[in-house]
């Protein structure tokens, strides 16, 4: 726009109505262009590639889906619905169902959980908020690395180390919180002073707290990584009002990571569902309901498909598979909630300030 | 009040201040009274800690002590501090130590783990002969400087080589797929592996095992405890290359598309090496993965004390399994060889991870010097070569108007 040439009475109006755009060469009003595009031979041949890619995978996919229902199906018709309420697994004669096994699998779960928590969070808190610069990235690399450790290794440290030292701290909860019935062991009374170690040895309690060592690096990673995503402009603002680290923290970096923190923790929930070598390594089995977590004789789902599989029937892998779906079944439950929480949360949502 | 200057003018006020020049405040520096009120707060729980352990009340253990040591230190920590700071402080320090504390507890924990398998496993680590021979002709009774596990290192290598050379194709052309066309199936696709990720690992064993064992009625062999590690790892490796080609910036592809090329070309051209340092660390945390997995093994390949190299037939050992049932045995000896397994597949596993970080750990596009000066050399060949081609279409005539 030119400085000079206004015409003096003309009101000037800062957003002046758009004129009507004038094509060049016909007087309508231009409408816009339909683009089409159109692929080249190499395009078509990618996509052809990379969908048939997909539909393979897929088609793997629902293959070890459908199979492992259908064959579960063949043990599922003849138990009928007392396959959720039984507790004993006789396959070839009796009756099996899951009643005890995928109880023993919850409480496992829900003790390395209950351990796992609150030392990942302050992991996570330690590593993103408070550690310093120069060792926070190798704290990190530490544990992504501990991610990966093979089951087996926490298997063995388990069986070996913990399984033993244990026993006195088992000890001392059963003395101390024995009226609770959860922490009830049968035939240890305060003043039992016989041998203790057969009692303890092989319970839901030591179990849950190796698998929790599992859990513990993949809930802080998720965490550490929503953690240290919390908008910088917020903190400084909490800073600037004069917050401590503490309030820093709890104003801003845990409702900004909550969905991170739910998330990760039922993410840990899925792993410790499925875990296997660690839990068969620990526990005695056992197919009744246990609800005493301290008392030796516990079962689950994965260290009962370990131990069977190789004793059993046509039949009796079709009920395991019976028994590994539900478990599924529950992961699956698991790990879809998680990511729904983390997928509603704001962490990682862009900050406004 | 300022008295009112009578002359016309500007006073500026002198710029020597009474009083010591001001020092910029040190923000983050240690202060003493900190140290002490740690210091104390240790020493007066140790020592009551002591008392309580010695003289007062049976107690004994040591996990116990070093607990209630803990809890008294806290609590210490939190009088002396509360001696000369407000509320909000005095939490503010207490949830510095139980944060220090839990972090601190949670490597070293870790570490740990780590450290004890390398101490039990000592013993047969540093017998030569425990990476250069089989069991074949070992038993129980004999001591680690006899026999070794490489049939069960050949036997991961070949099982893992194998899942491997399955899923990472498979698994990254799922991802450029689920990230290039989309659609309803790509959506489908996409479900289908998340929901494949909670997949049990003891399941996808179970189901080759139905499958692959069971029906063909040939016994355990190699390639199926392959299969199994394939089944496990593939939607993991996709769902992760989903996850990195998704980070590759909107803008490079865009540019791409700008300059007239289709999208095989963006994608082989731009988006892969793009992304590359991320589906490298993808690919290797899940070959890691794939090694340490127990329960399909378990289930699929066996187990034997030879060496054996074909995967289609015959029972093949691998180092997780060698672990698993070597600690079952009551003697040490066969203890001390699964130890070893156990740190024979940690090293593995170190190894890849190393190499993870080496190459991965960078955002997509940032380069290192050398691929930076890398591609300095290419843009100088390229002008290079450019001239060249100029120079020759204005030799032949063609461009005699424009030089």
Known sequence: MGSGGFAQDEPISLFPEPEPFEGPESGQPQTPKKLTGRLSASDYAFRAVARSGGVLVLALMVLVGTFLAYRAFHALRKAGWSFLTTQTWNPNGGGFGIAAVIVGTILIALVAITVAVPLAVGAALYISEYAPRRIQRGLISVVDLMAAIPSVVFGLWGAFFLQWRMVSLSRWINDWFGWIPLFQVKGVTRNYTGPTATFYTSSTFIAGVVVALMVIPIATSIMREAFSQAPPGEREGAYALGATRWGMIRAVVLPFGRGAMVGGTMLGLGRALGETIAVVMIISPVFVIQPHILQNGTSSVSSLIALQYAESTPFGVSALMAAGLALFALTLFVNFFAALIVARSRSGAVSEV | ?403
């Not at chain 2, 070794?148 to 194998?162: F, K, M, P, Q, W």
């Not at chain 2, 329960?295 to 698993?324: D, E, I, K, Q, R």
């Not at chain 2, 997509?364 to 890398?374: K, V």
């Open chain 2, 1 to 403: 009040m300022t008295t009112v200057d009578q002359s016309p003018g500007t006073t500026l006020p002198g710029r020597q201040q009474p009083g010591p020049a001001p020092q910029p405040r040190r923000l983050t520096a240690i202060r003493t009274p900190d140290v002490l009120a740690l210091a104390g707060a240790l020493a007066a729980a140790l020592s009551t800690t002591g008392l309580l352990w010695t003289e007062i009340a049976p107690f004994s253990g040591l996990v116990g002590y070093i607990v209630l040591t803990w809890g008294l230190f806290v609590l210490f920590y939190a009088v002396l501090v509360s001696f000369d700071q407000s509320g909000p402080a005095v939490r503010d320090r207490l949830v510095s130590v139980v944060v220090h504390s839990l972090g601190a507890l949670v490597v070293a924990v870790l570490v740990f783990v780590i450290a004890y398998t390398f101490w039990k496993g000592w013993h047969a680590l540093v017998h030569a002969n425990f990476y250069t021979t089989d069991l074949r002709t070992t038993g129980p009774l004999d001591p680690v400087t006899k026999g070794g596990v490489i049939h069960a290192i050949i036997g991961t290598l070949i099982e893992v080589g194998i899942a491997m050379s399955i899923s990472v194709p498979l698994g990254l052309l799922t991802a450029v797929f689920m990230n290039e066309v989309p659609g309803a199936l790509s959506r489908f696709v996409r479900t289908v592996i998340e929901a494949m990720t909670a997949l049990p690992d003891i399941l996808a064993g179970l189901f080759i095992y139905a499958t692959l064992i069971i029906i063909l009625h040939r016994g355990f062999f190699g390639g199926a405890a392959a299969c199994a590690l394939a089944v496990t790892t593939l939607p993991i490796v996709a769902r992760a290359g989903d996850v990195v080609l998704r980070l590759v910036p909107g803008g490079l592809t865009e540019a791409s598309y700008a300059l007239g090329s289709g999208q095989w070309r963006t994608v082989w051209n731009v988006k892969l090496p793009t992304a590359r340092s991320g589906l490298a660390t993808a690919v290797i945390l899940g070959t890691a993965r794939a090694i340490g997995e127990t329960s399909p093994v378990l289930l699929t390949a066996g187990a034997t004390f030879h060496v054996n190299f074909n995967p289609l037939s015959g029972p093949m050992m691998s180092l997780p399994l060698l672990a698993y049932q070597s600690v079952q045995s009551p003697f040490p000896a066969e203890i001390a060889r699964g130890f070893g397994a156990a740190c024979t597949l940690l090293v593995l596993v170190l190894f890849l991870f190393a190499v993870a970080r080496t190459i991965g750990g960078r955002g997509a596009g940032q380069l290192t010097p050398r691929q930076q000066r890398r591609r300095a050399m290419g843009s100088v060949r390229d002008l290079a070569r450019y001239e060249r081609l100029w120079a020759a279409r204005a030799d032949a005539g063609y461009l005699g108007d424009e030089t």
